[in-house]
């Protein structure tokens, strides 16, 4: 059975978009001409974080640059993290646009 793709979606009013398997959410939303703020790709800079307001996500390194705190709140990076569900995610406060949106 193929890997399932799941749909992330920017809260409030922001764009939607495809997470295909195995695909980061930075690299998936950097695909659909969403430019998203970020520097290392690799989970220590912090550039991309935002916060996950409902779904499932599950982070491609052991443990990503984030405390205990900001995990139970819902804080993830999205140049390390997988969808394992349809997501809506906050959006960034600041450095966020897409075509047409802002």
């Given at each position: ?26 690299h998936a ?28 996500v599950r ?15 819902g804080w ?27």
């Amino acid at each position: 059975m193929p890997n399932p793709t799941f749909t992330a979606c920017i809260h409030p009013d922001g764009p939607a978009f495809e997470v295909r398997p195995r695909q980061t959410l930075l690299h998936a939303a950097l695909d659909a001409g969403i430019q998203w703020p970020s520097s290392c790709r690799n989970g220590t800079c912090r550039t991309c974080i935002c916060q996950l307001r409902s779904g499932e996500v599950r982070h491609g390194i052991e443990w990503p640059g984030l405390l205990p705190e900001e995990k139970a709140d819902g804080w993830i990076l999205p140049c390390v993290a997988h969808a394992q569900s349809d997501l809506v995610l906050q959006q960034p406060a600041a450095g966020f646009a897409s075509s047409g949106i802002v």
